[in-house]
């Protein structure tokens, strides 16, 4: 006979340890964010599943840009231009940081630390 006995404890033991990190996040990886969009504009910079995944690219790459060759005016790939800047751009459409950003970020426990120079409310460049 098998000990079936520690073969069960074992399993239990599995499981609870793949399954870790979803009950410890009190089962929040399951439920979406209720962050707020924009409602009176229906295009972010680029295409929605791009925002999503590689938003903090485009960022860095905007800072690259601004920071290291002085160019502002980034250009979609649609053609149309923005001027690259998080607080005056983002936050123009996205005006409320905490609905929006914060509201997706500490869901998913994710902290840039660009908040300690950057504006969250628009004003100075
Ligand atoms: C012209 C207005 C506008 C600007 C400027 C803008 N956004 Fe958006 N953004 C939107 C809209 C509208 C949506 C929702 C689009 C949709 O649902 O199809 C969106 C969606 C997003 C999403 C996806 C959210 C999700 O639920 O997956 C991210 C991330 C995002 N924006 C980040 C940014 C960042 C970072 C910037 C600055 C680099 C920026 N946005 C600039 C209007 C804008
Ligand atoms: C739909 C969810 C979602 C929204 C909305 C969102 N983000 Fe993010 N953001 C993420 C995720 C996920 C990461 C982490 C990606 C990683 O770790 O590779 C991230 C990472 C970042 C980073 C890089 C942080 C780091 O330390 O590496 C920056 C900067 C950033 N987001 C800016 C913004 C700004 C500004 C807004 C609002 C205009 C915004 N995000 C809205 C999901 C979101
Ligand atoms: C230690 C201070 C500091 C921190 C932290 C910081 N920045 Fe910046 N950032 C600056 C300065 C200074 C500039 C240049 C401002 C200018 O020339 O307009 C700049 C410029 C930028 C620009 C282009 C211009 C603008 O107004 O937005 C972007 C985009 C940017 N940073 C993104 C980020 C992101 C994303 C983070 C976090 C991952 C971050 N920065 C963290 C200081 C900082």
């Known amino acids: 006979m098998y000990d079936s006995g520690k073969i069960i404890a074992g399993l239990v033991i599995f499981i609870i340890l793949i399954t870790f990190p979803f009950w410890y996040n009190h089962g929040k990886a399951s439920i979406a964010p209720d962050r707020v969009l924009p409602k009176d504009q229906k295009e972010c910079v680029e295409e929605i599943s791009y925002m999503t995944s590689s938003h903090m690219q485009l960022l860095n790459d905007w800072r ?62």
């Open 64 to 125: 690259t840009s601004v920071v290291r060759d002085t160019n502002r005016i980034y250009k979609n790939k649609k053609g149309k231009t923005f001027s690259m800047s998080l607080t005056n751009t983002c936050l123009d459409c996205h005006s409320s940081k905490a609905d929006f950003c914060d509201k997706c970020h500490n869901y998913l426990a994710v902290v840039p630390y660009c908040w300690e120079c950057h504006l969250t409310e628009k004003g100075n460049p």
